[in-house]
């Protein structure tokens, strides 16, 4: 007995050193709290400067809690912004939707149809998404003119469209290459044709790569500015430029400033909180690490 | 292996979107790459040969050369910060306390936010007025009695580029977390628990074992934030606007093309700003993609 207890290492430690790693485990909260204080500051004081009342904003002032909670500065802020945050999501939905179907088809036709020189293409695809945009943009603007579309929504949603391609059709390419052969086989053996087998087996199993794409091309789509700020003329301008036009104006007072930038921040934030775990599979496969 | 008519099927599928990449990515980069040899400079289009003219007068324009300081600044601060407490939240996090999950989303939530946002609200921590009209991040430092901390923010001179990096890193910091964070969930625990056994301390086993085995996502994460930061734009224009001293490639493409309508310079600048990505990302994605295939 005496010498398997010496050869065996023992499983429970010593009390003190339980009690000494749980303090120090204890300790790792500290900066975890630090850093989440450090996350959260831009939140909380866009929060309570739009939960204070007009008489009580002052720079002054702007690290205290609000005495009494009111919403005019919410209100305001809305009043100015309401029509840009129309214009975005009017721009932003068609623009997500129909990237999403077309990266689905893409993606379906690329993992299951090994064509001669799609090791060519996928890479060339695939570049398209980290190029900077200065290297397209005069081009697109003039493609725009001549084409009519500048200006308005419209060209902004096909300018999304277009460039959300590489990542949608990424995404989807990577989920139907998991998928087994024998799946597409089987529905083949009863005779369903190419559309068939996509609309019956795969696009009902894609539901949850529909949902990181859609919510990644919203995402990206409404925090966009470079492309919303060359391509459209102020009456359709989408949210970003709005605010960031608010902000460069000396009318506009700050605490408003900071009501509308809540305001513009609120559809992705709610996107993040309810479906966060596709939002960090779409980020992911930003990185090519999906 | 496929039928006749699905072969076809499957090209009048694919080949929209492959056109449209084709003509809106490598089209119009021709495009640019033929409009920065013109002396487009003005309304009108103008294709008139200019060569490399363009390019030479970049190289020597004293604002091109604010742009690539500001860049070289802005770069390492950001990939360096943004890596370093990246790979600290990590380790913190995969410490398997409770509440990793809540932490995990207050790190990552500002990736959901767009760069507008987050420099309007910055653009107001970062309030550079002194005494009495002292407000932001100044005036809780100044209460918290931590006075050495107050500074000129973004309106530093020379270095005021350093406090934008500042907000990139509160930005994109989150990511670098969820990239190491996966590398470290990818290490076998039995690995780092036979060291253990062996007697190595814990500082051992990150420097000798989980370092050397998270270098992969190191590469990947500073080629990532580094081509990020070569684009890096709209988080300037939200903070500060368009100002000589914290002034980029990108927005001096923007100002000179639809501003100055120099469109050959812009072009230029745009095509420079293609080659410094392509540096960074074309091997990355030739590596990334051969070993995706050995798999």
């Known amino acids: 007995m005496t010498s398997s207890s010496t050869t065996v290492v023992p499983r429970t430690k010593p009390a003190s050193t339980v009690k000494r790693v749980w303090q120090s485990r204890n300790l790792l909260y500290v900066p975890l709290v630090l850093m989440a204080v450090f996350y959260l500051i831009p939140v909380y004081v866009m929060l309570i400067t739009g939960l204070k009342g007009f008489d009580e904003v002052s720079l002054r002032t702007m690290w205290d809690l609000p005495q009494s909670i009111q919403f005019e500065n919410f209100v305001a802020a809305f009043k100015e912004l309401a029509p840009y945050l129309w214009n975005s999501f009017n721009m932003v939905i068609p623009a997500a939707v129909i990237s999403s179907i077309l990266g689905s088809l893409n993606g379906f036709v690329l993992a299951k149809w090994k064509f001669r020189g799609a090791d060519i293409i996928f890479p060339l695809i695939l570049f398209g998404m980290f190029i900077p945009y200065q290297s397209i943009l005069i081009p697109l603007v003039e493609f725009m003119r001549r084409i009519n579309l500048y200006g308005g929504l419209p060209g902004l949603v096909l300018t999304h469209v277009i460039y959300g391609l590489p990542i949608t059709t990424l995404t989807f390419r990577n989920y139907y290459a998991s998928i087994p052969k024998e799946l597409v086989e089987a529905s083949r053996m009863d005779g369903a044709g190419l559309l068939g087998t996509y609309w019956h087996i795969l696009l009902p199993i894609s539901i949850p790569s529909f949902v990181v794409v859609l919510i990644w091309q919203f995402t990206s789509a409404w925090n966009d500015f470079l492309f919303a700020v060359v391509l459209t003329s102020p009456t359709n301008w989408p949210i970003t430029v709005a605010l960031n036009n608010m902000a460069g104006s000396q009318i506009i007072a700050w605490n408003i400033q900071m009501a509308g930038s809540f305001l513009a921040a609120v559809p992705t934030l709610l996107v993040y909180i309810f479906l966060g775990r596709y939002f960090l599979r779409g980020l992911m496969a930003g990185a090519l690490k999906g | 292996m496929l039928k006749n008519k699905d072969t076809i099927l499957s090209i009048a599928l694919v080949s929209p979107s492959i056109l449209a990449i084709l003509i809106f990515v490598y089209g119009f980069i021709a495009w640019s790459g033929r409009v920065s040899l013109s002396q487009w400079k003005g309304l009108l289009p103008n294709y008139d040969w200019a060569g490399l003219r363009n390019y030479v007068e970049l190289f020597s324009d004293p604002r091109f ?3 690539i300081r500001n860049t070289v600044i802005f770069t390492v601060i950001f990939v360096l910060g ?18 990793e999950g809540f932490f995990r989303s207050v790190f990552l939530f500002p990736m959901a936010i767009s760069y507008i946002v987050t420099g309007v609200v910055w653009r107001w921590l970062m309030n550079p007025a002194m005494g009495s009209r002292m407000s932001g991040l100044n005036l809780l430092f100044s209460n918290l009695g931590l006075d050495f901390l107050v500074n000129q923010w973004h309106t530093t001179p020379k270095w005021g580029i350093a ?10 910091s989150g990511f670098t977390m969820a990239l190491y964070l996966g590398g470290l969930r990818a290490i076998s625990y039995e690995l780092r628990e036979a060291a253990r056994v062996d007697g190595a301390t814990e500082f051992q086993i990150y420097r000798r074992i989980v370092f050397p085995l998270l270098a992969p996502v190191t590469l990947s994460a500073m080629i990532i934030l580094g081509h990020m930061s070569l684009k890096v734009f709209d988080l300037i224009i939200a903070v ?19 501003d100055g309508l120099f469109y050959a310079r812009g072009a230029s600048i745009g095509i420079l700003l293609l080659l410094s990505v392509a540096v960074l990302i074309v091997p990355y994605l030739y590596y990334t993609l051969r070993t995706e295939a050995e798999v």
């Open chain 2, 163 to 172: 406090a934008i990096a500042l907000a990139a890193i509160w930005q994109m």
């Open chain 2, 82 to 99: 943004s890596l370093i407490l990246g790979l600290g939240l990590a380790i913190l996090l995969d410490q398997g306390l409770r509440g």
């Open chain 2, 240 to 258: 500060a606007g368009k100002q000589l001293p914290l002034d980029v490639p990108s927005i001096y493409m923007w100002q000179t093309t639809f």
């Open chain 2, 65 to 67: 050369h604010i742009d």
